[in-house]
């Protein structure tokens, strides 16, 4: 299992995922609870955990970064909702549960998804509220919120979105294959570990190196799940490393081959430890990630 | 037709609608295509155009202003997008063309969807950057955006969107009616003028006044469609006065009758001039609308 502050993060995450939506009128109850339906289905939280590590390794105030750890897993779990929809992936499970428009219906989930993302910023203008007296707090809210929306959007995991819906029953070329994955997947992870450490004050060099490390892991999961959709055990790994299953219809083993999806795992495992090989006496959480995911594979 | 400003506004927001999207990769070419053939379908801005006229009105910079009022069509435009899908209203057209999933799917609907009102967050961040070292301005671009975020959400036009996907097919309470009517469509024609006043930097009666205008207009333009569903001529209307049509299953001349309908929109016109009353020398634009939306009836 992860390190000690993966678990304690988690549980930060968990206490508070719901704190952050708007205060629903009780004529809105379907929204509400559909939202927290899909919020409480369980997941390992990877995103607000890696923002909330991001922002204590650089020296922030873990608390004050709660709402954007939030806010992070809302867009996650829009993205799952929309994923999940009949003209989309088409899923009846996730988790193990039934997808949001199983239980709710399909127009339901549509705007439970449309209602997490928005949710998402305003808990974010929200909290900006707090800083205005305190000019630059206020500035590293407003950056890390932009990193949140950038990952999220049409240059990120909506990018990767379409880009993988557009190239179903298609022949992939590997160029395409690394814009699917970093896009899709990597984006949001990147931002979530950048908005934590701009929310920490990270100077330029920690945030590039994070930056760095942050695009490594993600690339990495991405590649992970790919193989393990082929070797049939990604379940298991989905539970341990906090990755959802993602059945990539283009994936990389289909077009480098096992080996070479291997050898390129290892190699941005590596990379990812480099990249943060400056903080080692203060990391002990990112390595620990890399170090839980690389077990996994043996 | 509306007066002259309007038309000003109006070819202002056409000249940069397509200005604040992100700078999309060629490879997600698809979804920048469907994302820009719903903003360029036509349809006469109503919200960026209020936006605009607001923050004039208030002593604000029009040009300094664009950003949020395109955000506001960009939301506008997603939920347009997301209505139209076949597990919500599943219109074939809007405008008098195809709508977005007729021409490109589905999936890129539901994505050009997300991807809008995510563009529209992004936008507005990347304009707070612009004001990092005035902190008025960057706190009142954070309060515009929140307006348009809250206005935009699950206490705003989404938890009308719910209330009216709820409601179909079942007797409808005058209470819920109205619920639907301020949530689904007056509260993002509120957040408009409150946006617009905010970046205006508007005192605080002035925004409480325009914020009664708006609700008034924005809860009469709603009866006014649900009226000329009845008679028919909604379209004609709709062209006139710059809102798009919005078959409510849930009408107010069904609820309360014709004539208790007109008697209410006459009321809450009356209203909104009252509103303005102590601006008449400043608020051409607002009153022009106003009687724009009188005359039709007539």
Do not use: W
Request: with cysteine; charged share 25%.
């Amino acid at each position: 299992m992860v390190d000690q502050n993966y678990e304690n993060y988690l549980a930060i995450v968990n206490e508070h995922i719901l704190d952050f939506l708007p205060e629903i009128d009780n004529k809105s109850i379907t929204l509400y609870d559909s939202m927290k339906y899909s919020l409480m289905a369980g997941g390992k939280r990877l995103r607000p955990v890696l923002l909330l590590g991001a922002c204590e390794m650089c020296g922030g105030d873990v608390n004050a970064a709660i709402p954007y750890a939030c806010a992070i897993e809302y867009v996650h779990t829009y993205s799952l909702i929309h994923d999940d929809l009949p003209c989309m992936d088409d899923d009846d499970l996730r988790r193990g549960i039934a997808t949001n428009h199983k239980v709710y219906g399909e127009d339901i989930a549509t705007l439970a998804g449309d209602g997490l993302l928005n949710s998402a910023f305003e808990a974010m203008y929200r909290d900006m509220f707090l800083y205005f007296d305190d000019p630059d707090a206020l500035k590293a809210r407003v950056r890390a919120a932009y990193e949140i929306a950038k990952g999220a959007g049409c240059t990120g995991m909506i990018a990767g979105q379409v880009a993988d819906v557009e190239s179903e029953g298609k022949a992939c070329s590997p160029e395409m294959l690394d814009y699917i994955h970093l896009n899709k997947t990597a984006a949001l992870i990147t931002a979530a570990v950048r908005a934590g450490a701009m929310l920490g004050n990270a100077d330029k060099k920690m945030l590039d190196d994070l930056t760095d490390y942050a695009e490594a892991i993600g690339l990495a999961f991405q590649i992970q799940d790919d193989m393990l959709d082929v070797t049939g055990t990604v379940e298991e790994l989905g539970k341990n490393v906090g990755m959802d299953k993602e059945l990539s219809k283009t994936t990389y083993p289909a077009v480098h081959g096992m080996d070479a999806s291997k050898a390129r795992a290892d190699e941005l495992h590596e990379l990812a430890l480099d990249s943060i090989a400056d903080y080692y006496d203060n990391a002990e959480f990112f390595i620990n990630i890399v170090e839980a995911l690389r077990n996994r594979r043996k």
